[in-house]
C-alpha cells in the first residue's frame, strides 16, 4: 500500500478505535452506576447478586413447577374502571390460554380459598354447597353480573387489610391459567394503550403534584432537555414511606421491562417463534447515554424491590411453617415435597444478612402514621384496579399477578404481630392468606430473582459484544 493510502486509511481506523473506546467506556459507566449500596437500605448489588444466584433462583425455579404454583385463577374480562377499553389486543402472543378445568388437580378445584389441608378442602366443599343452595333460593335466576355483585357485597369486610384488588375466585369469568404455559415475555403490545396504564399509575398514584414531570416523560415541557434533576430532588424531599412507594412501582416497571428484554420474538420461521435476550431492546430501555442516566436508576429500584419481597418472604414464614397449612392438591407425596421446598426457600431468606428494615417505616406520631398506611393501602389498591385496563391478556395476566405479589408482600410486612400471634392448629382470624394470594406472592418474587439473573446475563451479552 502507498504512503498515501496508508495516510487515507488512517481516520477510518481512528475512528474505529475511537467506537471501541466509546464502547468499552460506556460499559463500565453502566457497570459503576449500578454497584454499591443501594438508598434507603444497607444492602449492597452485588451481594444480592450472588445470594439470589446461589441461594434463591435454583429452588425458586423448582418451586414454581409444582402444581400449587402453577395454577392461577384469574378473571381477565373485569372492564376497566377508569376509562374506555381500546378494545383487545389481536396481536397472537397476547393470546391467553386457559386451563382445561379436568387438567387442574382435583384439590386445587376444591379447595378453599383460605383453607390448605385435606380435611379443610372437605369442610368447605360442604359449606361451598350449602351457600350456593343460599343464593340460588334467593333467586335462581340471577345473571351473572348480579351474582359478582352479591359476592363482591358478602366479601367487604375479609378485604380490609388487602393492598390488592383481588379477583373473586367465585366469580363466572375467573379462569385457571397454567403459568408454565403462558409465559411472561415481550408480545408486540405497546403505544398509546400501554403508555397510558403506565402514565396514570405514575401521575396519579404516585403522590407527584403535577408540576414535577418524570425523566423522559414524552409530555413534560422540558423534553429531551431536562436530566430528571428537578424530579429527583422533589422525590428526595418525600417522607420515606412515599419515597419507598415510588422505587416499589419503578422496580416493578423495570423488572417488567427486563422480562420483555430477555424474553424478545427475535424470529418466527415455519411457524415456530424463536424468544431470546434483545440487547437492543435492553439498552433502549436501560442503557444509561440513551436513557440519560435514567435506566441504572430504574435498576437499582428493581434490586430495592426484591430487598422488599425477600423480607416478606422471611416473615412470613411462621404462617407457612404450622401443621394446618400443607399446599393441599391432592397429591400427598407432591403437597409434602412442594411444602419442604417452600420452607427451605424460607430458611435460606431468613439467612440473608442485609434485610430492609421495615421498621424504620410508620414510625413517628401512630395516629399520622395509621393514616399514611392507609392512604399508601389505597394508592396501591388503585394501583391493582389499573392492572384491568390493560388491552393485551398476557401481560394482564402477569401485571396482576406481580401487582397481587406485591400487595400481598406489602400486607405482610405490616401484619408482623399478628404472624406472631398465629394459633399452631386452627385457622387465624387476624391474618389470612388465599392461596391466590400465596401463588402470586411465589410467583412474582420467582419473576423477580429471574429478573436479576436476566440482568447478570445483558451484563455478559454486552461485555462480548464490544
Known sequence: MSRAGRRRSLPGAVAAVQLWVTLSCLSTVAEA?????????????????????????????KLLERDYFRYYKVNLMRPCPFWAEDGQCSIKDCHVEPCPESKVPMGIKAGSSNKYSKAANTTKEIEDCEQANKLGAVNSTL????????????????????FCELDDERSPAAQYVDLLLNPER??????????R??????????FKPRSVYRPLNPLAPSWGKDDGES???????????????????????ASINLHLSA??????????????????????RFDPVETKGEGPRRLKNLYFLYLIELRALSKVAPYFERSIVDLYTGNVEEDAETKTLLLEIF??????????DEKSMFAGNQKEAKSL???????FKNISRIMDCVGCDKCRLWGKLQTQGLGTALKILFSEKEIQNLPENSPSKGFQLTRQEIVALLNAFGRLSTSVIELQNFKVLLKNSR
Open 373 to 379: 398506611k392507609e392512604e399508601l393501602r389505597l394508592h
Open 263 to 284: 424474553k424478545y420474538l427475535l424470529e418466527e420461521t415455519w411457524g415456530k417463534p424463536s424468544w431470546g435476550p434483545n440487547i437492543k431492546e435492553f439498552k433502549r
Open 33 to 61: 452506576q449500578l454497584s454499591g449500596v443501594l438508598d434507603d437500605c444497607l444492602c449492597d448489588i452485588e451481594s444480592i447478586d450472588n445470594f439470589n444466584t446461589y441461594k434463591i433462583f435454583p429452588k425458586i425455579q
Open 231 to 253: 424530579f429527583y430532588k422533589w422525590l428526595e424531599g418525600l417522607c420515606l414511606e412515599k419515597r419507598v412507594f415510588y422505587k416499589l412501582i419503578s422496580g416493578l416497571h
Open 197 to 206: 396504564v403506565w402514565n396514570s399509575i405514575y401521575e396519579e398514584n404516585c
Open 143 to 162: 345473571s351473572n353480573q348480579s351474582k359478582e355483585a352479591f359476592i363482591d357485597w358478602a366479601r367487604y369486610d375479609d378485604s380490609q387489610d388487602h
Open 347 to 356: 430458611r435460606d431468606t431468613k439467612s440473608f444478612p442485609m434485610h430492609f
Open 186 to 195: 415481550y408480545t408486540g403490545y405497546k403505544g398509546p394503550s400501554a403508555w
